[in-house]
């Protein structure tokens, strides 16, 4: 193997076994083992590494992470909103339709950025490739939004730490389980299983990777095997009358009951919107976790993605046919909604389960499958990618939750393994910190809504549409929105180049589906702001909470999001002044050159402060573009070199990384003045 050099990002290239074993040697040599051992001893770094070839993630793992994390409660709840705020069959179906081709179009948005960004010189002409990492929006927020320093990390990464959890999962799962018992809902006993089953699902990939994938896999599969059974069921107890009265092409668009002004149209798009939501799912884990992990990544991962995301939609919509073809119109468009997935099971398989209190369990514990699905799949994600945003340096203690750990339940009982991570870049280590993190933020709001949001009689399903609804409109309305303008920006801006860095050659289709999910998620996203007179409350909440209460608290987590961002700015700002030091957050990553391009295996990170002698930041003007100082320390004579092997040339180049904004250039970088942070993408010539 040939590495470019320690301060430089590393293509790694095949020894002389790769010619005749298409899998790459997981050893290092005498010189790449020094450097990660330095770097393991130094406590401003860290390494992160790729799993054992074992705990890989093949294309049905990375598949059933979409399929356990779209199929959760959602498609049982939702639909009671989307029926009820309609009143009408058509549109109901309209919007649920409109929502898979919204999702549809997502993940292609999603696969164009994730193959795309980041960008690297490593191409056999000095020509920037690129390299996908884990970090989903953290990644390409960064490259749409590159100043001011650290705004696009704080936006993003505060409201993802925060509202990405298992909350309202664990509440859902918590009431079903009770449902099933036949016992009473209390704070208490919601709140207690609500915290066992997050804590279970935290421990179990702290201590196991590799089980916390196989039960993945496992609840992935029953959840969808259940939305097929569910529709099969549907087929053996279709009520003809009823699906002829409320599918007609005559009856079905009734609209004399619907409501004329578009508040309510526009809270069912948000709870259409939901349950696909997390169509975009590999994109959290897309390197580190999944990407490297897969054969032929830039062909798997587009087709897992796309695939799963389109598998799902299809039977969402048979679902949906379902419901509406068993359930009667008077029912369906009840004043406060049904629940909508009980009356089903009622219609269906009641004929064949008669006591209805066995029906109920039997509901409930579907329910309550779906439920655990998602916190397994959205805990082992969401650390991930919470993992990725304490390697930006923006958290108190930033290293500690970007680092793995070995928790495993050989090491706890002191066994070891044959070949221990300092010889390998192999890991099987656990972001046991950024677990941490998800508990503890998770455990804060799971006890929040629950003691104040109390019904009478008492029942968990405000609290819990509360949280679904402001995960839905800022995780997905938002974020989804932002992203999808993002990328028609980049594609009608000249100054970009875009259509020659992206991945995915089909421009007409790119800018279609990017439209398609702007004005799919615009509607909902300015029109839960007009007020309905006869709608004074929201969805599914008793009647306690207005109707503008899950907007404003999403609105204001943004809010503490940006002040969040100055405050750090503030703070680094004067400690820099103060003491005459920077702040150098540097990300190194390391490459596998295989038959598909390049490919993260490695990566360490630098977080420290350095003390930049007789300089003191104020004094020290700001540079044009904002990522080097004028101040740079003499570029050496050697750069990167990358041996012959398998078509890749020797060359000399003295371009620069898109990530090299903390100095990940190929040379060495120049000395940093300003407390600033590297971007994901600067531009082909430095300007973008």
Request: aromatic share 12%; hydrophobic share 45%.
């Amino acid at each position: 193997m040939t590495y470019s050099g320690s301060n430089a990002p590393i293509a790694v290239t095949a020894g002389n076994g790769s010619a005749v074993d298409p899998e790459w040697s997981p050893d290092l040599d005498a010189d790449d083992l020094r450097e990660l051992q330095a770097a393991e001893d130094d406590p401003s770094k860290l390494v992160s590494r790729m799993p054992r070839e074992s705990l890989r993630l093949g294309y049905f793992s990375a598949a059933c992470l979409i399929f356990n994390r779209m199929i959760g409660t959602g498609i049982f709840n939702s639909p009671s909103v989307i029926f009820t705020n309609t009143q009408s069959v058509g549109i109901s179906l309209l919007l649920f339709g409109l929502g898979g081709i919204t999702s549809l179009a997502g993940v292609m948005n999603y696969i164009e950025f994730g193959l795309t960004v980041p960008r690297w010189p490593f191409g056999a002409n000095g020509e920037k490739v690129s390299t996908p990492r884990s970090g989903d929006n953290l990644n390409y927020f960064n490259y749409l939004l590159k100043k001011p320093t650290f705004l696009a990390t704080c936006l993003f990464g505060i409201t993802f730490i925060v509202l990405e959890n298992t909350a309202a999962n664990s509440v859902s799962m918590a009431q079903n389980l009770l449902d099933a018992a036949h016992t009473q809902q209390t704070p208490g006993r919601i709140i207690g299983i609500s915290l066992a089953a997050n804590t279970l699902a935290c421990l179990l990939h702290t201590i196991s990777r590799k089980w916390g994938i196989i039960l993945n896999n496992i609840l992935g599969t029953m959840k969808l095997l259940i939305l097929l059974f569910i529709f099969i069921i549907g087929l053996i107890w279709i009520d003809r009358d009823v699906a002829h009265d409320n599918l007609s092409i005559k009856t079905s668009f009734n609209t004399r009951n619907s409501p004329r002004l578009p508040y309510r149209y526009a809270e069912a798009m948000v709870y259409v919107i939901y349950p696909y939501g997390a169509f975009h799912q590999i994109n959290y884990v897309c390197t580190l976790q999944v990407i490297s992990e897969l054969k032929e990544p830039r062909k798997t991962f587009p087709r897992a993605s796309f695939y799963a995301v389109l598998t799902v939609t299809i039977i969402y919509a048979a679902v949906m046919l379902s419901y509406a073809a068993i359930i009667p119109k008077k029912e369906l468009f009840t004043a406060g909604g049904i629940d909508v997935g009980a009356r089903f099971f009622q219609l269906t398989i009641g004929h064949a389960i008669t006591n209805p209190d066995h029906l109920q369990t039997f509901f409930s514990i579907i329910k309550a499958i779906s439920a655990m699905g998602n916190i397994i799949v959205i805990t082992f994600t969401a650390a991930r990618v919470k993992q990725e945003i304490a390697k930006e340096g923006i958290l108190p203690y930033s290293l500690f939750f970007a680092q793995n750990y070995d928790f495993s339940l050989g090491r706890l009982f002191g066994m070891s393994s044959p070949k221990t991570d300092r010889d390998s870049i192999y890991s099987e280590k656990t972001p046991a910190g950024a677990l941490a993190l998800h508990w503890a933020i998770t455990t804060v709001i799971v006890i929040i809504p629950l003691v104040t949001i109390k019904p009478t009689p008492y029942s968990a399903t405000p609290a819990q549409t509360f949280l679904a609804a402001i995960f839905a409109y800022e995780i997905d309305i938002v974020c989804l929105t932002a992203l999808s303008f993002g990328l028609l920006y980049l594609r009608f801006s000249p100054h970009h180049h875009w259509a020659e860095k992206s991945q995915l050659k089909y421009p007409a289709l790119s800018t279609t589906c990017a439209l398609i999910v702007f004005v799919g998620c615009l509607f909902p996203l300015v029109f839960v702001w007009v007020p309905d007179p006869g709608f004074p409350r929201m969805s599914r909440t008793s009647n306690l909470l207005p109707w503008f209460t899950g907007w404003v608290a999403a609105l204001c987590l943004l809010v503490f999001a940006f002040v969040y961002w100055v405050i750090f700015r503030v703070h680094v700002s004067l400690r820099s002044a103060h003491e005459g030091t920077t702040l150098h957050v540097r990300r190194e990553p390391k490459f596998k050159r295989d038959s598909g391009g390049l490919t993260q295996v490695l990566e360490i990170v630098t977080l420290e402060w350095k003390r930049e002698i007789g300089l003191r930041l104020h004094e020290i003007p700001d540079t044009d573009d904002a990522f080097r100082s004028n101040t740079v320390s003499p570029r050496p004579e050697s750069v990167t070199r990358l041996q012959y092997y398998g078509g890749v040339k020797d060359r000399n180049s003295t371009a620069t990384s898109e990530d090299s904004v903390r100095g990940n250039g190929f040379y060495e970088p120049p000395i940093r003045r300003k407390p600033l942070r590297y971007e994901l993408a600067v531009a082909e010539h430095d300007e973008d």
